[in-house]
């Protein structure tokens, strides 16, 4: 199983940015997928998730400026990310909790981390 994280990058406060994740591989099923982010010397939290059944979750900070979305195939997640703050610097992982062909329950699955910069 595999998850690629794509886009991120450097933008100015208040530009857009758009994060793709996909998942490939021998899955069975997906329960949810998110966008998770890091900074130096501090833990990893949460940004935003999704449920298979389209039930969205999303940390205070980012509520009415992020909207997370799956893709047609349900194996990707998208996370568009509008009126972007220099606090929201950070590098993004990808998450998956899904059951892989051969497992016997739903575990984490993390793709690699995409840095997100927004300096002016």
């Known amino acids: 199983v595999q998850l690629q994280a794509s886009g991120g990058g450097l933008v100015q406060p208040g530009g857009s940015l758009r994060l793709s994740c996909a998942a490939s591989?021998?899955?069975?099923?997906?329960?949810?997928m998110g966008w998770y982010r890091q900074t130096p010397g501090k833990q990893r939290e949460l940004v935003a998730t999704i449920t298979s059944g389209g039930t969205t979750n999303y940390t205070d900070s980012v509520k009415g400026r992020f909207t997370i979305s799956r893709g047609g195939a349900k194996r990707t997640v998208v996370l568009q990310m509008n009126s972007l703050k220099p606090e929201d610097t950070a590098v993004y992982y990808c998450?998956?909790?899904?059951?892989?062909?051969?497992?016997?329950?739903?575990?984490?699955?993390w793709g690699q981390g995409t840095q997100v910069t927004v300096s002016s």
């Open positions: 998450n998956a909790v899904l059951l892989a062909y051969g497992g016997s329950w739903f575990q984490d699955y």
């Open positions: 591989g021998s899955i069975f099923n997906i329960n949810a």
